[in-house]
């Protein structure tokens, strides 16, 4: 594997759930394990955001609109990361990618979240 794989994504209705998964590619040993994770979204006609990381230290961090829905998680073992998105809302619809955070590496194709209202 030589990219970032997102998989998950799909059409929920309003307050339904999603879960998320991310395999990375291999790399050195450590790198999946040193490094900080995020899932970014990027909404029809805005610029790419991250809505979430988790360090290497397991800390996570949400940007304000998905506080208390949005659960990021990693597995070391498996080089994956997650992002269970609970109580969907119309407004979280976009394309999901995820990265590392701040040493970031070719994006990969993206996982399409659709919400109906």
């Known amino acids: 594997q030589v990219q970032l794989v997102e998989s998950g994504g799909g059409l929920v209705q309003e307050g339904g759930s999603l879960r998320l998964s991310c395999a990375f590619p291999?790399?050195?040993?450590?790198?999946?394990?040193?490094?900080?994770l995020g899932w970014y979204r990027q909404a029809p006609g805005k610029e790419r955001e991250l809505v979430a990381s988790?360090?290497?230290?397991?800390?996570?961090d949400y940007t304000e609109s998905v506080k208390g829905r949005f659960t990021i998680s990693r597995d070391n073992v498996k080089k994956t990361g997650y992002l269970q998105m609970d109580s969907l809302k119309a407004d979280d619809t976009g394309v999901y990618f995820c990265?590392?955070?701040?040493?970031?590496?070719?994006w990969g194709p993206g996982t399409q979240v659709t919400v109906s209202s």
């Open positions: 291999r790399r050195a040993a450590d790198y999946f394990r040193l490094n900080s």
């Open positions: 990265n590392y955070v701040g040493r970031l590496i070719p």
């Open positions: 988790i360090s290497r230290e397991s800390n996570t």
